[in-house]
């Protein structure tokens, strides 16, 4: 592929878009209107991060929800991005549809085609490191928009925005969507300027983009002459790269990423190798943002938990560029096998790491943290100047993490300090982390918030998966796995309002004019309004059901929510404690005080997170809980996810659990069923199971049956010298009791035990909850007794 010269694309002027050889976004979309209208059959993933991302209105969300078709809901999509979007619109647009890429494999081909042709070479390299420049540009940022405004790349009103932004993360963030808004030539143009005003920062950023193998293509070295680059060096290579020391007047020389095997050590070679591999196998491209959970990929690949988390806390970087390249590193050094990586890797190990969204949201809030503390080191800042809004961004994270994990999580306190003191009783966050998080902010000091960053980041990590999965801790016997889910499911007695109730309440004023000018403000606002509403939905408040909160004060709608949260009708009992807590944070944190547009995302993502919990479903009053796997054969069981389901059907409850083996396996399943039925919370285990330990072998069986039990006492298993037995009917544990007693064996509860074998690697199960009973059929791949 040739790049074109920056004198062959049309000179934007000021404030225009660079046009020539290179085709708008938008343009783009529509040339492939008949191809996305045919692949986006479910739009809902997209929908959320367009809406999370600020670019569709609550209107146009429910607009292209109401189409009766896909095909129409797709149509109607795109509608709205050609009428109501401009070009750095779409642009967004399309970074959204590439982060739901795993939900429309009919688009990852085109998708992967687009990403390469439709921007220039330096306008890929600018948004592969948008994140990292975001963090480390700092108070740079003014200087470089100034020779940007001075060369006519910004408009004054361009400007005007950059240095309006509140903080120099927000500052960079809206320049470098300028450049990339313009194409080609203003890239060019921001690293030109970034070279000459921060050469420090350009000379690292360059370091740090060819160790992680972003260029991989040889180029020559180029020069910038008399602050203009060469336009041979743009035509051959596309890519300008940041100058590092002056060869006199206004040259630099500019180092090009040249990886050759005469040059590299052949074991980074063979790193870069299969690192380059393992990207490709995980559909993911790693950046300095955080979308893995880079820890639970090496448990994946077979090494110690332990291990790897040593190994990612000592990284000095959180993004998944470094962590996953340190992964590589720490395979490659135990067992020297790169091939074995890359099966492992191969064994559909990628959706099982990726992270929820709201898990990206909370790490990049925690990269602003480490930002401001970064900040200190800058010959211009402090760090005191911003560690009031260091240590808000960890309270907000330690509440949050709370809502996440603990059944009823009412902090007295907004210490973050104090906060982690409550999480010590969770299961779901590691005793260890928890532990080094308070030795780092008791000890202080810059280096132990960094590490502080480091181990947030990794709770975070174990909280946030994409997809709902069982984790499984095996025993010392490694053939007896113990469950719990990652994330809490709290039933309560709620049933859920109806959808078009929750429309009603999210469409009243939403788009009424704010009295406040700025957009966070008015951003905020609207949030608050909206969780007001849905909450007196729940629980109309009579004194104030003529009010409208449109025309109050935010002082009076945050005490409104604080107030109604205060019922009892929002009771652990009778509402889910993590959404209350979260709904409360909203109004405890600020985002305009702060100037954290990060923050008000979260807000924005806890407030669709309200909606959705308040929709009718069994979610709020059932939970199918896997108390623990026993395995049979030398097999292991690699993963365990939610299939389907709950749903309520034939006057029962019904859900499907998938189970990922190394081979084809046989094993045990305990379950249990909790939740609230007609209003009564029920805990059900039901058919009993026993298990009869220290048996000599073959004693007391006859033909699958214990001798002197009946029909009714089922043996669900056999293995040496212990039986497994599903109690028949009642009365019946008594005659056990009395065999074990007459054979010397001992007798263990067990639960509700099922027996699974699968001839392969993957199969399905469908439990059945109903009348007091639970049952299990096979759904796919299996048998089950």
């Known amino acids: 592929m040739e790049f074109p010269n920056t004198s062959d694309l049309d000179d934007p002027g000021p404030g225009g878009s660079s046009g020539g050889q290179l085709r708008t976004v938008k343009s783009h979309l529509l040339a492939s209107r008949e191809l996305l209208v045919a692949s986006l059959y479910n739009l809902a993933p997209l929908l959320d991060r367009a809406l999370a ?113 509140p903080t120099s993360f927000q500052q960079t963030h809206q320049l470098l969507s300028a450049c990339l808004s313009k194409g080609e030539r203003a890239c060019c143009r921001f690293y030109q300027a970034l070279g000459s005003e921060d050469p420090q920062l350009a000379s690292d950023i360059s370091g740090e983009m060819n160790k992680a193998g972003v260029l991989e293509e040889a180029l020559p070295e180029v020069s910038v002459v008399s602050g203009h680059i060469t336009s041979d060096a743009v035509e051959n290579h596309g890519v300008w790269h940041s100058p590092v020391e002056p060869r006199g007047p206004g040259v630099c020389s500019i180092p090009i990423a040249v990886e050759e095997t005469g040059l590299v050590e052949t074991e980074n070679h063979t790193l870069s190798g299969v690192l380059r591999e393992v990207t490709s196998l995980l559909s993911v491209a790693p950046g300095e943002d955080a979308r893995l959970n880079v820890c639970e990929l090496g448990v994946a690949v077979g090494l110690p938990r332990r291990t790897v988390s040593e190994c990612l806390l000592e990284e000095e970087e959180v993004g998944d560029a470094a962590q996953l390249r340190a992964l590589v590193d720490l395979f490659l050094s135990k067992t020297g096998e790169a091939s074995r990586l890359l099966a492992r890797m191969a064994e559909n190990v990628a959706q099982r790491v990726l992270l929820s969204e709201r898990g990206c949201m909370l790490l990049n809030l925690l990269l602003e943290a480490k930002a401001f503390i970064h900040s200190g080191d800058h010959q211009n800042s402090r760090f005191e100047d911003h560690a009031g809004k260091v240590w808000n961004i960890f309270s907000f994270i330690v509440w949050d993490i709370a809502a996440e994990v603990l059944e009823d999580p009412r902090m007295e306190t907004w210490d973050p300090r104090k906060g982690v003191c409550l999480l010590r009783g969770s299961r779901r966050v590691e005793t260890e982390l928890l532990q080094e998080l308070e030795e780092c902010w008791a000890e202080g000091g810059t280096e132990n918030l960094m590490q502080s960053v480091r181990v947030l980041a990794q709770v975070l990590r174990d909280l946030h998966p994409l997809h709902d999965s069982v984790r499984l801790s095996p025993s010392e016997e490694a053939t007896v ?80 929510i604080q107030t109604t949260l205060a019922r009892p009708v929002f009771s652990s009992q009778s509402f889910d404690a993590g959404v209350r807590q979260r709904v409360l944070s909203v109004v405890k944190y600020n985002p305009v005080q702060e100037g954290l547009a990060t923050l008000q995302e979260l807000h924005r993502d806890t407030l669709f997170g309200l909606e959705s919990y308040l929709k009718p479903g069994e979610h709020h009053g059932f939970q199918l809980v896997l108390e623990k796997v026993q395995v049979f054969g030398g097999s292991e069981i690699r993963c365990v996810e939610r299939v389907r389901g709950p749903v309520t059907i034939d006057n029962g409850v019904e859900e499907v659990l998938g189970f990922f083996t190394s081979k084809p396996a046989s094993f045990l399943v305990s379950v249990s069923c909790r939740g609230y039925e007609r209003g009564r919370f029920f805990w059900v285990r039901e058919p009993h199971c026993v298990c009869l330990s220290g048996l000599a072998e073959g004693v007391g069986l006859r033909e699958g049956r214990l001798l002197g039990l009946g029909e009714s006492a089922m043996v669900l298993a056999m293995e040496g010298e212990t039986v497994w037995v599903r109690e028949g009917n009642q009365g019946r544990k008594t005659e056990l009791e009395q065999v074990c007693q007459r054979l010397s064996a001992t007798l263990l509860e067990q639960g509700c035990c099922f027996k699974v074998t699968t001839p392969g690697t993957q199969c399905q199960v469908k439990f059945i909850y109903k009348a007091g009973n639970i049952s299990a059929i096979a759904e796919k791949n299996c048998e089950v007794v």
């Open 481 to 560: 796995y113990s469950c719990h889910p990652h994330r809490l499911h709290r039933v309560t007695s709620f049933q859920g309002l109806p959808v078009r109730i929750i429309r009603k309440a999210l469409g009243y004023g939403a788009h009424s004019a704010s009295a406040n000018t700025d957009p966070l403000s008015s951003q905020y606002r609207e949030v608050c309004l909206c969780i007001a509403r849905l909450l007196n939905r729940v629980n109309p408040d009579v004194s104030t059901a003529s009010t409208d909160l449109s025309q109050v004060s935010m002082d009076i709608v945050t005490q409104h």
């Open 53 to 165: 991302a600020g670019l569709l209105s609550q209107e146009n969300y429910f607009e292209v929800g109401a189409e009766k078709t896909p095909q129409g809901r797709a149509r109607r999509l795109l509608e709205v991005v050609h009428a109501e979007m401009d070009e750095v619109g779409a642009r967004h647009f399309m970074e959204c549809l590439r982060s739901c890429s795993q939900h429309y494999p009919r688009l990852r081909t085109w998708l992967s085609s687009d990403a390469n042709t439709e921007r220039g070479p330096t306008e890929r390299q600018l948004q592969a490191q948008l994140s990292e420049l975001c963090r480390r540009l700092g108070y740079s940022v003014i200087p470089v928009a100034l020779v940007l405004f001075s060369n006519g790349t910004l408009t004054q009103f361009e400007l005007d925005q950059v240095q309006a932004a």
